[in-house]
């Protein structure tokens, strides 16, 4: 089967700066991933390389077999760490935009997650508090049944509530079909619902390993080993 | 249930002794159907996979069994759970008796302290 | 999806434009009533002021809603696609391509709204001013006739082969408008800072750039001296006046083509590549 996410030899550098250093990676369907390093690692430009949103300066990313593209970006579902939808849309007409451009949009479980939420559908997004928009976004990207989600530090800067129902709505929409790469550095709160982690650092993955693995050969959690690992 | 996990041990492992010790405690009755994997996931708010794998220890262990479209449900045998719940209480005493002894309790001592926490008990 | 596109960005951009246009509507038939109302006036009292303030309204809304559809133009692209709403955007299943010209087309679409808004208004501001609407169907009679001539001597297939050239001529400018300002945005914006001001900058060097451009190609084309006896060669008395009106504006539009060309692939390249989100 051919390996949802996957790098080979994968660089990216700004001008002086390294980004990315020879990355190789390779995730199977229905694995959630944590991909963990400290700011500044690389985590968001090799996100924005799934994404199609930055072109490898060496190497190739390969999402379900081809380069990123129109094609790869109708299965591939991103959360950026920002609000980028536009403000002056409502619930309704952010729907009506999903469906309009991702087939794979389920506008049901959409509804469905917008009412247990309580939510006014023809409130602008401009009216909400910053963590009802946050959730807003969340439910559009997880209502898509895509092969692979990209979720660029979902859970930071949001209150513990927050946190839950993202984690919550993480869990409930899993697909064994697809992935879930999810970028943090908050990794205490994530760890239970990932099935593996990836150490980066400096634009080099360090690690690739499951969280049983972590946990049964060093005896810690992955938030432990974490600390231990990038220890200043 | 208790989902409250500690760190040095795998999350799959955990959630097994969580289970199982519902079962033997009789909070799972025999026979009792069980959520979803997705909805304990999320109660447990743990990875599917992770709660998966723990149902395939337990279906292992014969404590728990799938019917294809029903779902998942606690075992029937009363006397599967009963040697479940004999192991675990072994297990328990022997961490006891470990934990006792690293005090430096010797058995005749342990014994006399156990009958005098009873005493207490019932004033 | 480039129809998608084009609806989206419709209702993006029309929530501005539109509140303009009718506005400048109303104050144009505000403004034709209160001319009449001016007319009966005899003495100068405060009702002429207000009236005069319609009026002047009328005119400033007009003139609203033209800059307002330059500004909307430029800002849809900013906002739209280099700001926060770029990561929705660029990760939709589209090409960069459809992006571009679902841009270029609503721009085109909000042009010819504003053109016809300001000759709507004039006629409104008209049919309110008149008690009669008196036609001097005479004169309209005349003018017929001129035009029945015209068409004769030109050939009903000249005519609308001229209003197609007409048509994408205007199509090719506004083209080339937004995308002087689109490239110029790309440029500026593939900067980590000052984006803003390095787009005024990128804007000026292209206006500079085509400028230099054109009054070079004209000199090298006077200075090579086979062009003079190719043009010589042309014998352009063969060609009918029809023909010859023909050829200066498929001229011009290849010019306006070229011209876009130049912009766009530029504009393209970096927003695929230089991609330089917030």
């Given at each position: ?7 080979r ?62 094609e ?15 403000q002056?849309m ?29 939510l ?12 009802t ?41 899993y ?24 150490f980066?650092n400096q ?22 080993y ?7 | ?5 500690n ?11 969580k ?26 708010k ?15 262990a ?19 759970i009963?040697?479940?719940k004999k192991?675990m ?35 | 999806?480039?129809?998608?596109l ?9 929530r ?19 001319i009449?109302?001016?007319e ?45 709403e ?7 299943p589209?090409?960069?391509?459809e ?20 000759m ?10 008149v ?54 945005m ?38 090579i ?5 190719f ?5 352009l ?29 530029p ?6 590549k ?5």
């Amino acid at each position: 089967m051919t390996a949802t996410f996957e790098c080979r030899g994968l660089s990216k550098h700004f001008g002086a700066t390294q980004a990315l250093d020879g990355v190789n990676i390779s995730i199977a369907p229905g694995r959630v991933v944590g991909l963990l390093g400290p700011n500044g690692s690389g985590k968001t430009t090799l996100i924005k390389l799934a994404n199609g949103l930055l072109s490898p300066s060496e190497g190739e990313i390969l999402i379900c077999g081809s380069r990123p593209g129109p094609e790869t970006k109708a299965v591939v579902s991103y959360l950026p760490d920002k609000t980028c939808m536009p403000q002056w849309m409502n619930a309704q007409q952010l729907m009506d935009f999903f469906q309009d451009f991702y087939g794979d949009f389920d506008r049901q479980r959409a509804e469905e997650m917008l009412g247990r939420l309580g939510l006014d559908q023809k409130q602008k997004l401009s009216q909400m508090s910053k963590g009802t928009k946050e959730k807003v976004q969340l439910i559009m990207v997880m209502s898509r049944k895509a092969k692979l989600y990209l979720l660029d530090e979902p859970i930071g800067g949001v209150d513990p509530a927050t946190r839950d129902y993202i984690l919550d709505t993480i869990i409930r929409n899993y697909d064994p079909e697809a992935v879930v790469i999810i970028s943090t550095h908050l990794i205490s709160d994530v760890e239970k619902v990932l099935d593996e982690v990836l150490f980066i650092n400096q634009g080099k993955v360090t690690l690739q390993a499951s969280v049983d693995d972590i946990r049964q050969q060093y005896g810690m959690s992955v938030d432990e080993y974490f600390r231990e690992v990038f220890k200043c | 249930m208790d989902w409250v996990f500690n760190n040095d041990m795998p999350i799959y492992t955990q959630l097994v002794d969580k289970i199982k010790l519902s079962i033997v405690s009789g909070q799972l009755p025999p026979g009792e159907k069980l959520s979803t994997v997705r909805d304990l996931a999320a109660e447990a708010k743990v990875n599917p996979n992770t709660m998966q794998r723990a149902f395939q220890e337990l279906e292992r262990a014969g404590l728990v069994f799938s019917q294809r479209s029903s779902g998942r449900f606690v075992t029937e045998d009363v006397e599967v759970i009963m040697e479940a719940k004999k192991a675990m209480a072994r297990q328990y005493v022997e961490s006891f008796m470990k934990s006792m002894e690293q005090l430096g309790y010797a058995e005749e001592e342990i014994l006399h302290l156990l009958e005098e926490g009873k005493k207490e008990e019932k004033q | 999806m480039l129809g998608k596109l084009i609806k989206h960005e419709l209702r993006g951009s029309g929530r501005t434009m539109l509140p303009f246009i009718l506005v400048s509507l109303f104050f144009s038939v505000m403004a034709g009533l209160s001319i009449r109302g001016l007319e009966r006036q005899q003495d100068y009292g405060w009702f002429t002021v207000v009236f005069g303030i319609v009026i002047f309204l009328f005119v400033a809304g007009l003139m609203a809603v033209c800059i307002m559809s330059i500004v909307v133009v430029i800002n849809r692209f900013r906002q739209n696609l280099l700001g926060d709403e770029g990561y929705l955007m660029f990760t939709l299943p589209v090409s960069v391509d459809e992006h571009i010209w679902s841009k270029l087309i609503v721009s085109f679409i909000w042009f010819a709204a504003t053109f016809l808004t300001c000759m709507l208004a004039m006629v409104l501001m008209l049919v309110c001013n008149v008690d009669q609407f008196e036609v001097n169907w005479t004169e309209v009679g005349y003018v017929f006739s001129e035009l029945g001539r015209a068409l004769k001597n030109f050939g009903i297939l000249h005519i609308v082969g001229y209003c197609l050239e007409l048509l994408v001529m205007a199509f090719g400018s506004a083209g080339v408008t937004c995308l002087t300002f689109y490239c110029a945005m790309a440029i500026g914006y593939s900067f980590s800072n000052r984006k803003v001001l390095m787009s005024i900058l990128a804007f000026i060097g292209i206006d500079i750039l085509f400028t230099v451009l054109q009054s070079s190609v004209v000199m090298l084309l006077n200075n090579i001296p086979g062009v003079e006896r190719f043009m010589e060669n042309l014998d352009l008395s063969r060609v009918s006046a029809a023909g010859s009106v023909h050829i200066v504006l498929l001229g011009w539009i290849l010019y306006l083509v070229v011209y876009a060309a130049v912009l766009y692939i530029p504009t393209r390249l970096l927003l695929k590549k230089k991609l330089n989100l917030p």
